[in-house]
């Protein structure tokens, strides 16, 4: 049951790592409907949760999920730029990447390699891997909220980096409007900084 946001509900902020096992997959759940083209919902649900319980417990991720009433309604994985990865995301891509490999186009390859040197060549403090708000609490300002929890206490000047697909207009409007701007577009990807 969907209870109707109203301004006297009040949304909590909590990390993955406090969350029990039933909101995990409520995550999960939500995940698969919000981000349904993503290389990881395409993975399917048990390497999704594999995904989830990883980040919880990496500390290079800082995570921030917004909770109404005890039910989950948003998330944010926000990873800091380290210099290496670790084995255990090593091991992760691999899996991702052998699952999804044969049902990947060409163009899908192509993307993650400009991703990749993207990521490897501009100077970042950290990347916005996942947002997402379920989409029942679309329009309510818990987006614009997520964003600004993580953001808060980071130092001036801090840059942070995400990117999205050049389709997704909502996705277009939602960074522009908290304060995003282009840093670069091709036919598919758009990537977007934003500098405290
Ligand atoms: C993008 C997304 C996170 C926005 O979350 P949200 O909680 O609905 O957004 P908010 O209510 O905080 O909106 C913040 C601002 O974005 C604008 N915005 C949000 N959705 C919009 C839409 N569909 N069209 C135009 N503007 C929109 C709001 O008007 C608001 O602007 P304002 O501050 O001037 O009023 C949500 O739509 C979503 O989860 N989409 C599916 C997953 C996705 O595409 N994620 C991003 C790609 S990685």
């Given at each position: 049951m969907v209870l109707a946001y109203n301004s006297y509900m009040e949304v909590n902020f909590y990390s993955l790592?406090?969350?029990?096992e039933s909101q995990l997959n409520s995550i999960v759940q939500m995940h698969m409907i919000a981000l349904p083209n993503s290389a990881l919902s395409n993975s399917g649900i048990k390497n999704l949760l594999f995904f989830y319980r990883a980040v919880a417990k990496n500390s290079s991720y800082l995570t921030r999920v917004a909770i109404i009433e005890g039910r989950c309604v948003g998330v944010i994985l926000l990873k800091n730029k380290t210099s290496f990865l670790k084995l255990g995301e090593i091991q992760f891509l691999f899996k991702i990447l052998s699952t999804n490999i044969l049902k990947m186009k060409f163009f899908m390859i192509y993307d993650l390699i400009v991703l990749f040197f993207y990521r490897f060549l501009v100077s970042y403090d950290?990347?916005?891997?996942i947002l997402f708000v379920d989409e029942h609490y679309f329009n309510l300002g818990i987006g614009k909220k997520l964003f600004s929890e993580i953001i808060s206490n980071k130092e001036n000047n801090f840059r942070v980096f995400l990117n999205y697909n050049k389709k997704n207009l909502i996705a277009e409007s939602f960074y522009r409007k908290i304060g995003f701007r282009k840093t670069f577009v091709n036919r598919r990807i758009v990537i977007v900084s934003y500098t405290n």
């Amino acid at each position: 049951m969907v209870l109707a946001y109203n301004s006297y509900m009040e949304v909590n902020f909590y990390s993955l790592e406090e969350l029990n096992e039933s909101q995990l997959n409520s995550i999960v759940q939500m995940h698969m409907i919000a981000l349904p083209n993503s290389a990881l919902s395409n993975s399917g649900i048990k390497n999704l949760l594999f995904f989830y319980r990883a980040v919880a417990k990496n500390s290079s991720y800082l995570t921030r999920v917004a909770i109404i009433e005890g039910r989950c309604v948003g998330v944010i994985l926000l990873k800091n730029k380290t210099s290496f990865l670790k084995l255990g995301e090593i091991q992760f891509l691999f899996k991702i990447l052998s699952t999804n490999i044969l049902k990947m186009k060409f163009f899908m390859i192509y993307d993650l390699i400009v991703l990749f040197f993207y990521r490897f060549l501009v100077s970042y403090d950290a990347w916005i891997e996942i947002l997402f708000v379920d989409e029942h609490y679309f329009n309510l300002g818990i987006g614009k909220k997520l964003f600004s929890e993580i953001i808060s206490n980071k130092e001036n000047n801090f840059r942070v980096f995400l990117n999205y697909n050049k389709k997704n207009l909502i996705a277009e409007s939602f960074y522009r409007k908290i304060g995003f701007r282009k840093t670069f577009v091709n036919r598919r990807i758009v990537i977007v900084s934003y500098t405290n």
